[in-house]
């Protein structure tokens, strides 16, 4: 079945350290984004990617990176610029022609 | 601001209620999308939609274009029908606006 993979589930990081999340998608899209969520907000888009080695920052972009060096993975780094990375962490795709939205089961990223 | 806007936040129900969530969105759109989210996190889609109404079994959604509007109905609510559920404007180009969400709880 095609979909949305991400990992790690759950992460838990100690502050100062990096950490990457993985996103792997079989549904052929090109769109893929990053979104982070917290309680009470809606989903904010951290990055997001139209195609292979080509990426835009979201609305809060800062203290994260990106790449997109094959069409079906997407990862993000969260990095210890992050001031506040504890959330939930959303990983997407749209199917290019009908437009349809595709999520992962998410990621959800502790700092201790 | 926010782009768009859901009422209500939170939403308790007995089971066979006929439910109704209400979505505003204030930017042109290409589409509108309705998405559940369950306790556990993911999120599925359960609707896109530009216009008029669409059915998937016990779940209706509408769009009003004209008045920047759109429902999603729940008939005879069960108590798996209990996650959030959030409204998404796709604004063209591939960005999407988001509601915060409606947390319904359908009790038995």
């Known amino acids: 079945d095609g979909g949305i993979t991400q990992s790690p589930k759950y992460l838990f990081r100690k502050e100062g350290q990096n950490v990457t999340l993985s996103c792997e998608q079989n549904l052929n899209h090109d769109a893929m984004y990053w979104y982070r969520q917290d309680p009470g907000q809606g989903l904010r888009l951290i990055y997001y990617?139209?195609?292979?080695?080509?990426?835009q920052k979201g609305d809060i972009a800062e203290g994260y990176s990106v790449s997109r060096e094959k069409k079906e993975s997407f990862p993000l780094t969260v990095t210890s610029a992050q001031k506040n990375p504890t959330a939930f962490y959303l990983c997407a795709s749209s199917n290019d022609r009908s437009g349809e939205l595709f999520f992962g089961e998410g990621s959800r990223l502790t700092v201790l | 601001k926010n782009e768009v806007e859901q009422s209500p936040q939170n939403l308790t129900a007995q089971e066979g209620e006929f439910i109704t969530i209400n979505c505003s969105y204030s930017?042109?759109?290409?589409?509108l999308h309705w998405l559940q989210q369950h306790p556990g996190g993911g999120i599925v889609s359960l609707f896109m939609?530009?216009?008029g109404k669409k059915k998937h079994g016990r779940l209706i959604a509408t769009i009003n274009i004209q008045e920047k509007h759109s429902s999603l109905h729940i008939t005879a609510s069960h108590p798996r029908d209990s996650a959030v559920y959030i409204c998404?404007?796709?604004?063209?180009?591939?960005?999407?606006?988001f509601g915060t969400g409606t947390s319904l709880t359908v009790i038995p």
């Open positions: 990617s139209q195609i292979v080695n080509d990426f």
């Open positions: 939609l530009s216009s």
């Open positions: 998404a404007a796709d604004n063209t180009g591939n960005q999407f606006y």
């Open positions: 930017v042109g759109i290409s589409a």
